[in-house]
């Protein structure tokens, strides 16, 4: 049965603290602090992240951490939590801010197929509690990126992804658009990662698209991508190497068949890189490419473009004044199910990080 997109009550917990509402910009209500609880249900719910709205018109149920915002006008340590403002309103008190209404609101995903990634997330997940908050960080490129309003439907797949995680485990999602392992060395992003990275938080490690222009897959690319699993290992974290995401490479003779796009002729097997420097160092590996492979060979070739950044200006999207065929991004949809598949790949790691998952 399809799900009704009904905002019903909307309560959202805060740990401690007064919530001021002239400090909230339309449809925002700060937290307490960062990390606090929030308890949701309803849509067009999300937190503001780094660097951009994260994850927004998704129906989300449940507990998440807050987390920081820095967007126009916003002190930068301030966390938040949203309400659609077009059919809630929020009052306050010293512990919690409360919306509701009974009006409908259009999502611009299928509710059917969030509502099955997170149910599929929640009926498998560790009976495990989790005692020690950690932090996941993500370290990558465009595929995995967080992405602003202004930029949406296109999404990482490490944008949604803190709607699988328990409120012990925050995600950070430090991945750069354009990002290739020797240049990602070199960012405010990676720099961000070494500061805030401590002992018992993990690191998930997702490169190859952009080493693909010049860094050769068992030099260049396996040297620089050991650095950063030397790295997390240095102060007591846990990498976790991730084989680059599929593009949408169908062929064009109809026969369903996908190519691997990350075996080039210049630079070689990317993912045997990864697969192989996770053999070398004894890191867990999730091989992304052969799971996003078989999953949109599954969708098929004229059903995966709703996941990825197909946009048709028609849809009224103010950065997508013209038709957008883009087959390596994702929009929303696609982000949420190569996440789902990356939580795949944790359970069948049996990696004890699956603890953390809801």
């Avoid at 400090?23 to 937190?47: I, N």
């Avoid at 401590?198 to 050769?216: T, W």
């Avoid at 593009?247 to 002729?265: C, E, L, P, W």
């Amino acid at each position: 049965m399809k799900l009704r997109l009904v905002l019903g009550a909307l309560a959202l917990v805060l740990s401690s603290g007064a919530f001021a509402a002239a400090d909230a910009p339309s449809g925002w209500t700060k937290c307490a602090q960062p990390g606090a609880t929030c308890t949701m249900t309803g849509t067009h719910e999300t937190t503001m992240g780094k660097s951009g709205v994260f994850s927004p018109n998704v129906v989300r149920t449940g507990s998440f951490v807050c987390s920081l915002a820095n967007f126009p006008g916003a002190p930068s340590n301030a966390s938040w939590c949203s309400y659609n403002p077009a059919t809630a309103t929020a009052s306050s008190s010293s512990s919690s801010v409360a919306a509701s209404s009974s009006s409908s609101s259009k999502s611009s995903v299928s509710s059917s197929s969030v509502a099955s990634s997170v149910s599929s997330s929640k009926s498998s997940s560790s009976s495990s509690v989790s005692t020690a908050a950690i932090q996941v960080f993500i370290a990558g490129d465009s595929t995995a990126s967080l992405y602003g309003s202004d930029r949406y439907p296109r999404m990482g797949w490490g944008q949604p992804f803190q709607q699988y995680f328990k409120s012990t485990a925050t995600i950070v999602d430090d991945a750069k658009s354009g990002a290739s392992t020797t240049s990602f060395l070199t960012t405010s992003n990676y720099a961000d990662i070494k500061a805030k990275m401590k002992s018992g938080d993990y690191i998930l490690i997702q490169f190859g698209h952009n080493d693909e222009d010049g860094n050769p897959a068992a030099t260049t690319f396996y040297n620089t991508l050991k650095t950063y699993v030397d790295y997390a290992k240095s102060v007591g974290a846990h990498p976790i190497l991730i084989t680059p995401v599929t593009r949408r490479t169908f062929a064009t003779d109809g026969s369903g068949n996908m190519k691997n796009s990350h075996i080039t002729t210049k630079g070689g097997d990317y993912p045997q890189a990864v697969r192989n420097l996770g053999s070398a160092t004894g890191t867990p590996v999730i091989d992304l490419t052969a799971r996003s492979m078989t999953f949109f060979k599954g969708v098929g070739d004229a059903g995966s473009k709703a996941y990825f950044l197909y946009v048709l200006a028609s849809e009224g999207f103010p950065g997508y004044t013209s038709d957008t065929t883009d087959n390596t991004h994702f929009r929303e949809k696609g982000a949420i199910a190569v996440g789902q598949l990356v939580v795949d790949g944790l359970r069948d790691l049996n990696s004890p990080l699956v603890q953390y998952l809801k």
